[in-house]
């Protein structure tokens, strides 16, 4: 047992008690970060004259050579530390002598692990960030791609009206596009340095806050230094937009499921993406997507818990604060594996048109536009949504669509219908005239097409 403290204590900590406190089997995770903040605390303490050159340059080179021999394997970081901040002090102090003590003057391990936190959190936002570009990218070549791709668009999981796949998939466009702006609004506001608040109350040691922000490529450093060593809104507010990330990708996934079922055969999930069963040799199943759906809910519960955590704590640091590492840890390594595997599997599938369009036309998809023809040939709307509602039924008699109707059939319901009919309950007819800016026509999506083309230059 190793550790930082035990100068006022008369008995050792007992051995439940010491691996109950300790984090190290966590927060070994940000050891780099530990490290980095490290060295910008020394080269800032021999800039006020804390340290002189020589013993910066000793506490530098010890530190870079633990952080060498721990990326190399020939250093491993074990549980005999209490945490990672420990491992480091003491393996320095073990490797360069008793100028190793000196690396901690006029910091606290709260000053420290909330640089660490935030550290190893922007790391991960931007990593993450750069995932979501990644299938906005995707999006965006098959919004390209699927213009004229005819497809039913559903309310209440009902055939509704038709669109077109570049439209649905122009849905999930947005959705992303927003997810990275909220990602990149939170880097905004959470990139201050709280390095230097000590454990509370600052330090009386003249210490260069400015200049160890500026190392450690902040925007400058944290105002309070209470509100330092005890803010994880920055944790919260990151783990609610990947918890809206996943809610995207979860929904994304139930219909690439629903899509890819027996029932829909609107695609095909490639076999890279597909797993079978142990009994049933026709089965492919959509397990990748099902498993992403399924993984939204522990990304949900790691911004539940921090959200329980925090909230009875009063200032400053309290030791609660240890929980906010181990879920959070876990959401990134999930949102970041989840937007990798969705992208693949999306880029792969295999996308079945006709069946598409012909769902469109089986599915009374043009029943509004049938109304919308009476309309423009001056029938009150509400007539004309009577008359067609007669319609539908007729068809639904006979097993047929809209488009299978004789002139005769139509006119014996409504003399207004003429040949010209055909044509404009056509669904190809029925997408392209949505032109509006936001609908599925073809003239509105190349539009919407270009603005997103223009996004994805700028970011
Ligand atoms: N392992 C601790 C944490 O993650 C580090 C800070 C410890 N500070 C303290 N005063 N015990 O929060």
Same mark, same amino acid.
């Given at each position: 047992m190793a550790q930082l403290w035990g100068g006022r204590f008369t008995k050792e900590t007992d051995k439940l008690v010491y691996n109950?406190?300790?984090?190290?089997?966590?927060?070994?995770?940000?050891?780099?970060?530990?490290?980095?903040?490290?060295?910008?605390?020394?080269?800032?303490?021999?800039?006020?004259?804390? /340290? !002189? %050159?020589?013993?910066? @340059?000793?506490?530098?080179?010890?530190?870079? *050579?633990?952080? =060498?021999?721990?990326?190399?394997?020939?250093?491993?970081?074990?549980?005999?530390?209490?945490?990672?901040?420990?491992?480091?002090?003491?393996? /320095? !102090? %073990?490797?360069?002598? @008793?100028?190793?003590?000196?690396?901690?003057? *006029?910091?606290? =391990?709260?000053?420290?692990?909330?640089?660490?936190?935030?550290?190893?959190?922007?790391?991960?936002l931007l990593s993450i960030r750069e995932l979501v570009l990644e299938l906005i990218k995707t999006c965006q070549t098959l919004m390209e791609e699927n213009i004229h791709t005819v497809m039913p668009g559903f309310t209440h999981l009902q055939k509704a009206q038709p669109l077109t796949l570049s439209h649905h998939v122009g849905a999930y466009m947005e959705m992303f596009k927003r997810d990275y702006s909220r990602l990149s609004d939170i880097y905004d506001r959470m990139n201050y340095c709280p390095l230097g608040s000590g454990a509370l109350a600052g330090t009386t040691y003249p210490l260069d806050r400015e200049m160890t922000a500026e190392l450690l490529d902040f925007y400058g450093p944290t105002l309070n230094s209470m509100d330092s060593v005890s803010d994880r809104d920055y944790v919260i507010e990151l783990l609610s937009a990947l918890s809206t990330i996943m809610m995207h990708l979860s929904r994304f996934c139930e219909e690439i499921i629903l899509w890819n079922s027996n029932e829909y055969r609107f695609i095909e999930i490639d076999d890279a993406y597909s797993t079978g069963s142990s009994i049933m040799p026709q089965k492919k199943n959509p397990d990748i997507a099902e498993l992403i759906r399924g993984k939204t809910g522990r990304v949900y519960a790691a911004?539940?818990?921090?959200?329980?955590?925090?909230?009875?704590?009063?200032?400053?640091?309290?030791?609660?604060?240890?929980?906010?590492?181990?879920?959070?840890?876990?959401?990134?390594?999930?949102?970041?594996?989840?937007?990798?595997?969705?992208?693949?599997?999306?880029?792969?599938?295999?996308?079945?048109?006709?069946?598409?369009?012909?769902?469109?036309?089986?599915?009374?998809?043009?029943?509004?536009?049938?109304?919308?023809?009476?309309?423009?040939?001056?029938?009150?709307?509400?007539?004309?949504?009577g008359i067609v509602g007669r319609l539908v039924l007729y068809c639904i008699d006979k097993g047929i669509a809209l488009d299978d109707m004789s002139l005769e059939e139509y006119k014996a319901i409504s003399p207004v219908f003429e040949n010209d009919i055909y044509e404009a309950i056509d669904v190809h007819t029925c997408v392209d005239k949505r032109n509006t800016i936001g609908a599925p026509g073809p003239k509105a999506m190349e539009q919407v097409i270009a603005i997103n083309k223009k996004w994805i230059e700028e970011h």
């Open positions: 109950f406190n300790a984090s190290i089997n966590f927060d070994k995770k940000f050891y780099k970060q530990d490290m980095e903040g490290s060295i910008a605390h020394v080269k800032m303490l021999a800039s006020v004259g804390i /340290l !002189t %050159e020589e013993e910066r @340059d000793q506490i530098i080179t010890g530190i870079e *050579g633990i952080l =060498r021999d721990v990326e190399n394997g020939s250093l491993i970081i074990t549980e005999e530390y209490e945490d990672i901040h420990s491992f480091v002090e003491a393996v /320095l !102090t %073990e490797r360069i002598g @008793d100028v190793g003590k000196k690396l901690h003057t *006029g910091r606290s =391990r709260n000053d420290q692990v909330a640089l660490d936190m935030k550290l190893y959190t922007r790391q991960e911004l539940t818990s921090i959200l329980t955590t925090m909230k009875g704590i009063p200032l400053a640091y309290n030791k609660d604060m240890q929980e906010d590492k181990e879920l959070t840890f876990d959401a990134y390594d999930t949102v970041k594996g989840c937007l990798a595997l969705f992208n693949g599997m999306l880029k792969t599938i295999t996308f079945h048109k006709d069946i598409m369009e012909q769902s469109a036309k089986h599915g009374f998809t043009n029943a509004t536009d049938a109304a919308d023809y009476l309309v423009n040939h001056g029938v009150p709307f509400r007539d004309a949504h």
